[in-house]
């Protein structure tokens, strides 16, 4: 049987580790897998914020992949290779350290994919694992492990969430018609794929003019998950009455927004408008990706859509009706 590479299996840690998406906020994405004589033995990843980590999950069971039926023999991690996306945690937090863990069961050798820039960890787990005889390989698919966790990093290095702006445009580049009624541009599916962003992102963000013009409920109604916390910008107190589950903003700057909701341990926040408040976002240059719902509606006159920014490095995806 041909041995797969460390790379290989990291691929794995990263499609396992995705699956936790929308789930275990504010903690990263974390898979882990466990090989032992080129055989996988046991895999696992963070499935919900509070419960185990990846590498608790993966070594507190171990299934046969061939009959199904579970290991019985205490050893059976004893000289086994662990493949973990981000470094292993040092300390206790919602369960105890995975660190202790991993030297508990004998592991042999850890292979990593990015080291871990929360403070409470930051080298420290790999210390730990190299003062109890454990080999430890770094940086392995590091860029692709950044990718993934790119809401935990830009949280943790930059200090701020990672912004996404969002909006939906007809084909002529319209927002809305004229008037102040509501008007809705985008089809089902593309509802669905929208409410499914929602739930994979921390927090979501209007103006008051949006919110006094539509009285947007912003949760994930069309689709499975978590929602996300809902946040008006309204910094002259327009809204009188605010839902209780709703949080609200009184400051100027987009600088001052960002700093709310880091303080509020929000990791990510996709931004919806209206106009005024997208403009602001494109304007300061701090935003990390732009999403746009474009319809086959012709509207012909109206609000114009934000112009595509370019420039800045962030990723666009545009999903047509």
């Given at each position: 049987m041909q041995q797969l590479s460390d790379e290989q299996y990291m691929q794995r840690c990263l499609r396992l580790a995705a699956q936790g998406l929308g789930r275990t906020r504010p903690n990263p994405l974390v898979g882990c897998v466990v090989v032992k004589n080129g055989i996988i033995i046991s895999e696992g990843y963070h499935q919900q914020f509070g419960h185990n980590h990846a590498e608790r999950n993966a070594l507190l069971r171990c299934v046969n992949g061939s009959s199904g039926s579970r290991y019985d023999d205490k050893d059976v991690f004893r000289g086994a290779t662990l493949y973990v996306n981000l470094e292993p945690c040092s300390h206790y937090g919602h369960t105890p350290p995975c660190a202790d863990l991993i030297i508990e069961k004998g592991i042999k050798r850890v292979v990593c994919c990015n080291d871990d820039p929360n403070s409470l960890v930051d080298g420290k787990g790999f210390e730990k694992l190299q003062h109890a005889g454990i080999e430890v390989k770094r940086h392995v698919l590091e860029k692709e492990g950044r990718e993934l966790n790119r809401r935990f990093f830009t949280y943790m290095e930059q200090h701020r969430p990672y912004v996404i702006l969002k909006w939906a445009e007809s084909a002529d580049g319209y927002m809305a018609p004229c008037g102040d009624?509501?008007?809705?541009?985008?089809?089902?599916?593309?509802?669905?794929?929208?409410?499914?962003?929602?739930?994979?992102?921390?927090?979501?963000?209007?103006?008051?003019?949006?919110?006094?013009?539509?009285?947007?409920?912003?949760?994930?109604?069309?689709?499975?998950?978590?929602?996300?916390?809902?946040?008006?910008?309204?910094?002259?107190?327009?809204?009188?009455?605010?839902?209780?589950?709703?949080?609200?903003?009184?400051?100027?700057?987009?600088?001052?927004?960002?700093?709310?909701?880091?303080?509020?341990?929000?990791?990510?926040?996709?931004?919806?408008?209206?106009?005024?408040?997208?403009?602001?976002?494109?304007?300061?240059?701090?935003?990390?990706?732009?999403?746009?719902?474009?319809?086959?509606?012709?509207?012909?006159?109206?609000?114009?859509?934000?112009?595509?920014?370019?420039?800045?490095?962030?990723?666009?995806?545009?999903?047509?009706?």
């Open positions: 009624s509501p008007y809705w541009l985008t089809t089902p599916i593309q509802d669905r794929i929208n409410h499914k962003w929602r739930t994979e992102e921390a927090a979501i963000v209007v103006g008051s003019e949006t919110y006094l013009r539509d009285k947007p409920r912003l949760n994930a109604r069309h689709f499975c998950g978590n929602n996300p916390q809902p946040v008006l910008i309204d910094r002259r107190c327009r809204v009188n009455t605010l839902p209780k589950n709703w949080m609200r903003l009184t400051v100027g700057t987009v600088k001052e927004v960002l700093q709310e909701l880091y303080k509020a341990h929000l990791q990510s926040v996709i931004v919806e408008g209206g106009r005024k408040v997208l403009d602001a976002f494109i304007a300061s240059g701090v935003y990390d990706e732009v999403r746009v719902l474009r319809s086959k509606a012709l509207l012909g006159n109206g609000l114009p859509a934000p112009k595509i920014p370019v420039g800045n490095g962030s990723r666009l995806t545009v999903i047509e009706a």
